[in-house]
C-alpha cells in the first residue's frame, strides 16, 4: 500500500464547476499537510498547507480528517488555469522528518 | 524569491557514461534534496543532505551518488548510467529540518539514457 494515494483521475470538468480531490495517508505519525500544484512539464509548487481546522484560500479549501487519515482539496469556479496535477504531500515524524509525495492528480478544465 | 536552478535541462547520454546533474540555491537553506519524477509514480526521493559533506539516503539510492561540498550546491551523480534512470530529476531545498517546511523545486533535468 502506497504511504500516500491519491486518485490519479484525469478528472474534466467545465469552466465554472466545482471539483474535489481526496488524499488518504497510512502513517499516523504524520504531522504537516500540503497541496502542491504542478504544471505540465514543470516543478511543483506549494499551493497551500492544510490545518486542522480547514483552511481556505480563495476559491481552494483544504480539509483534514486525522481519524480517518484523509485530507481534501476543494475547487469552486474553476477556471482553465486550474489545469494542473495537484499532489497531495505528507511530513511524517520518523525520527528525522521524511516528506512523502502522492502521484498526484490530473484536472483539466474545459471551456 | 527562492531560487533553485538545475544548470542542465535537458540531456542525452549513453549507456555507461558517468551523469553530473548541478544544483545551486540561493536563499541559504539548510536541507537540499534529489528526487526522480515517474509517470503514474509521482516523486520519490534519491538523496537528501541536511548539511555541508552530510548525505543521507532516501527511497531509491541505488546507482546514484550525491556531492555537497557547498551549503548552496547539491550534486547529484550517475556512475554509470543506466536506461532505467532515463526520468525528470527534481533538485529541491527547504529552509531547516522541520515538519512545515516548504519544499522549493528547480525546473527539472529530463535525462534521456539510449
Known amino acids: 500500500r502506497k504511504e500516500v494515494e491519491q486518485d490519479p483521475g484525469p478528472f474534466n470538468v467545465p469552466e465554472g464547476a466545482t471539483v474535489a480531490f481526496n488524499c488518504t495517508y497510512s502513517?499516523?505519525?504524520?504531522?504537516?499537510f500540503f497541496w502542491y500544484r504542478q504544471d505540465c512539464r514543470k516543478e511543483p509548487k506549494l499551493l497551500m498547507s492544510?490545518?486542522?481546522s480547514g483552511n481556505e484560500d480563495g476559491r481552494f479549501t483544504a480539509q483534514l480528517n486525522r481519524a480517518s487519515q484523509y485530507i481534501s482539496l476543494l475547487i469552486r469556479d474553476s477556471k482553465l488555469s486550474d489545469s494542473a496535477t495537484y499532489l497531495c504531500?505528507?511530513?511524517?515524524?520518523?525520527?528525522?522528518?521524511?516528506?512523502?509525495f502522492g502521484a498526484g492528480t490530473r484536472l483539466f478544465v474545459k471551456a | 524569491d527562492v531560487k533553485v536552478t538545475q544548470s542542465s535541462r535537458y540531456l542525452v547520454k549513453r549507456t555507461g557514461e558517468k551523469v553530473f546533474l548541478e544544483c545551486v540555491q540561493d536563499?541559504?537553506?539548510?536541507?537540499m534534496f534529489w528526487y526522480r519524477q515517474d509517470p503514474g509514480l509521482g516523486l520519490r526521493l534519491i538523496y537528501f543532505?541536511?548539511?555541508?559533506?552530510?548525505?543521507e539516503k532516501g527511497d531509491i539510492p541505488e546507482g546514484y551518488s550525491v556531492s555537497r561540498e557547498k551549503k548552496e550546491r547539491f550534486s547529484l551523480i550517475l556512475e554509470s548510467a543506466s536506461t532505467n534512470q532515463t526520468s525528470m530529476y527534481l533538485c529541491?531545498?527547504?529552509?531547516?529540518?522541520?515538519?512545515?517546511?516548504?519544499?522549493?523545486f528547480g525546473e527539472g533535468s529530463w535525462l534521456t539514457v539510449v
Open positions: 502513517n499516523s505519525a504524520s504531522q504537516s
Open positions: 529541491a531545498s527547504s529552509p531547516s529540518r522541520g515538519y512545515g517546511n516548504t519544499i522549493y
Open positions: 504531500v505528507v511530513s511524517v515524524n520518523t525520527g528525522g522528518f521524511k516528506t512523502i
Open positions: 536563499m541559504d537553506h539548510e536541507n
Open positions: 543532505s541536511y548539511d555541508v559533506k552530510m548525505k
Open positions: 492544510v490545518y486542522s
